[in-house]
């Protein structure tokens, strides 16, 4: 299904088309370069079936988001994806907790065959870093972290206003810091991860109960051990803010922001994290796609600056619009925050 009409006076002007790997259903969106999200499409998740199903219910999400490109009179210039990890550099492979049909599955190329297009993927925690730093709880902000508590738990940091990386793309990664010594036992093989105390699987597990049904303790039990996590983030990377989204926070509401933010203030005491807190992220249920819609033009940035680099032309190559340049620059949201 789509959930907005063509709109007849949109200008001609270039999106890129995102994709989001969540709990329940792929999204796929048209994300302009002022990150505006102008539609969208959605598939369910379905449980127990292979991983071509899967990638076919992704792909009719893309297909008609490309439908809706040329109704809206824009032109897509690369695909953008956020995905909960782990995942290969760029989406080359993906293995989402979550969908256990995807085991090093590889995404980037179904995607490029599909579409033909260029494909530039992240985790998805790092997306809404990059989401939440542009255009939400985090705008100006030179350095923060982010945090996506759903069905597995990943986050992003955000330091003097560079999205980190890491070797393998996965710095950010919280899901499997020790929040509960000798706790349950995690899918790593470790015990205590916060992945396994504190994500939605988790809390189904522990509770026999879904998560929009939760107990007064539960949601103050997991608010403590994001904010354990969340406080020693701050004290270790010298930030004051995190930013937290998924569905587990969005159905716990203020009991769990309430809960995180008493153990912030307990464990980040040392200067610098002792003014540490956690802010809700602002962007909602576009947060994800605007996120994927970020990786991609952030991609494309880099992909233009290489390419110049080594032609050593300071301008676009011949056929680039050179409003890409300009475009591509406002996306990289920490750097645009300076
Ligand atoms: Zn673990």
Known sequence: MTDATPDDSTKRRDVILAIDVGADEF??????????????SFADIESDVGPQSHFAALASAVLAQREQA???????????????GEIERNCVTVSPAHISAWRSFPLAQHLHELTDLPIYGDLDAKALALAEGWLGAARG?????????SSSVGGGFVIDGELLDGRGGNAG????VIVEPGGRRCRCGARGCLEAEASGTAIE???????????WDIMRRTGR?????????????????????????????????NAAQEEIDAVARVGHG??????????????????AGAVGWRGLRRALRARQRS????????GEQPTVDSATDAVDAPDAAS
């Open 27 to 40: 999204s796929a969106g048209l994300v302009t370069a002022r990150g505006e999200l102008i539609d969208r």
């Open 70 to 84: 040329v109704q809206h009179g824009v032109r897509i210039r690369a695909i953008g994806v956020g995905c909960p």
């Open 141 to 149: 902000v030179r350095s923060f972290a982010t945090m996506v508590v």
């Open 173 to 176: 990664h919280l899901g499997h």
């Open 205 to 215: 597990t522990i509770t026999g109960r879904r998560i929009d049904e939760p107990s």
């Open 225 to 257: 051990l994001v904010g354990r996590a969340a406080g020693m983030t701050c004290s270790a990377l010298d930030i004051d803010l995190v930013v937290v989204g998924g569905t587990v926070p969005e159905s716990f509401a203020a009991t769990f922001y």
């Open 274 to 291: 002792a003014a540490a807190r956690i802010t809700p992220a602002r962007l909602g249920d576009r947060g994800p796609l605007i996120g």
């Open 311 to 318: 032609t050593g032309d300071a301008t676009p190559p011949s």
